[in-house]
């Protein structure tokens, strides 16, 4: 059974920092790029950072400069240190598992795609 259960959102001041963990559990992990999405009331959930099994990050123009995403894939974790956060950041963030077909270690696997149930970040005075 695949679980990504996120922890670390909460209530933070503009201006202050959180960090989120994922921690996934029935997955090859390492066969996984990993990212961290969001979604406002009243919006589309959008992309906020991804990271592939090799390190490779990617962001959104929103948050880059101010997010950081990290996996440790000894421990089957992502990480997103989230610093000088604005109202505008409030949102559900939810991690995802994404694999695109093909062959990992010498072995195929197919396309999957996961999500978490998602943590509440709520950024108020």
């Known amino acids: 059974q695949v679980q990504l259960v996120e922890s670390g959102g909460g209530l933070v001041q503009p201006g202050g920092s959180l960090r989120l963990s994922c921690a996934a559990s029935?997955?090859?992990?390492?066969?996984?790029?990993m990212g961290w999405y969001r979604q406002a009331p009243g919006k589309q959930r959008e992309l906020v950072a991804t990271?592939?099994?090799?390190?490779?990050?990617n962001y959104a123009d929103s948050v880059k400069g101010r997010f950081a995403i990290s996996r440790d894939n000894a421990k089957n974790t992502v990480d997103l240190q989230m610093n000088s956060l604005k109202p505008e950041d409030e949102a559900v963030y939810y991690c995802?598992?994404?694999?695109?077909?093909?062959?990992?270690?010498?072995?195929?696997?197919?396309?999957?795609?996961?999500w978490g149930q998602g943590t509440q970040v709520t950024v108020s005075s």
């Open positions: 995802n598992a994404h694999r695109v077909s093909g062959a990992y270690s010498g072995r195929y696997y197919p396309e999957r795609d996961y």
């Open positions: 029935g997955i090859i992990f390492n066969t996984y790029a």
């Open positions: 990271i592939t099994s090799g390190g490779r990050t």
